[in-house]
Antibody, heavy 124, light 107 residues
Framework: QITLNESGPTLVKPTQTLTLTCTFSGFSLTTSGVGVGWIRQPPGKALEWLALIFWDDDKRYSPSLKSRLTITKDTSKNQVVVTMTNMDPVDTATYFC????????????????WGQGTLVTVSS | DIQMTQSPSSLSTSVGDRVTITCRASQSISSYLNWYQQKPGKAPKVLIYAASSLQSGVPSRFSGSGSGTDFTLTINSLQPEDFATYYCQESYSSPGTFGQGTKVEIK
């Protein structure tokens, strides 16, 4: 059974750096093709893909946020960490991590297991 | 970036109706298209991947079609539990851009 759980601060101040941790179980991030992604959703708005890290440490970022994001993994702890610098009130959102399952020999993929999400509010 | 445009943004419909949601990509994405359902306060749930493959455990009233730039999610005989917001997502590129969502509401 695959589970993921996001943890981190619920409130950050503008200009601060946000660090979120995704702790997972039921799969290994050393399995070929597997990835873990971060997706966020501002209140009442659409989903926005942020970052993705693959089993082989390949990392992908949203072009619009790339300068502010860093994603890393710790396979010994079954954790994926994302940091976002220079937080702003517009970054207030629920942040999800999700397991990415590959298809078509890894050329495509979809998020089949998600954490419950963690609401991060940016306010002074 | 690839842009994903869903239509309509919302629709009102009744139990038992057939619902069709479309998603258009700004460039060809072959069949690298996924569909998700999200209910308020919950994480999204994948329904369809690779444009037309039904995720395990998802009812067969859900189906997907299309390739290239134009895709469709169809829900046959809408059930009460299907009232939700639906998102398409391309996985042709990184980022795997999501559409803006389609809210299916009770008429």
């Amino acid at each position: 059974q695959i589970t993921l759980n996001e943890s981190g601060p619920t409130l950050v101040k503008p200009t601060q750096t946000l660090t979120l941790t995704c702790t997972f179980s039921g799969f290994s991030l050393t399995t070929s093709g597997v990835g873990v992604g971060w997706i966020r959703q501002p209140p009442g708005k659409a989903l926005e893909w942020l970052a993705l890290i693959f089993w082989d440490d390949d990392k992908r970022y949203s072009p619009s946020l790339k300068s502010r994001l860093t994603i890393t993994k710790d396979t010994s702890k079954n954790q994926v960490v994302v940091t976002m610098t220079n937080m702003d009130p517009v970054d207030t959102a629920t942040y999800f991590c999700a397991h990415r399952r590959p298809y078509n020999s890894g050329l495509g993929g979809y998020f089949d297991y998600w954490g419950q999400g963690t609401l991060v509010t940016v306010s002074s | 970036d690839i842009q994903m445009t869903q239509s309509p943004s919302s629709l009102s419909t009744s139990v038992g109706d057939r619902v069709t949601i479309t998603c258009r990509a700004s460039q060809s994405i072959s069949s690298y298209l996924n569909w998700y359902q999200q209910k308020p306060g919950k994480a999204p749930k994948v329904l369809i991947y690779a444009a037309s493959s039904l995720q395990s455990g998802v009812p067969s009233r859900f189906s997907g079609s299309g390739s290239g730039t134009d895709f469709t999610l169809t829900i046959n005989s809408l059930q009460p539990e299907d009232f939700a917001t639906y998102y398409c997502q391309e996985s042709y590129s990184s980022p795997g851009t999501f559409g803006q969502g389609t809210k299916v509401e009770i008429k």
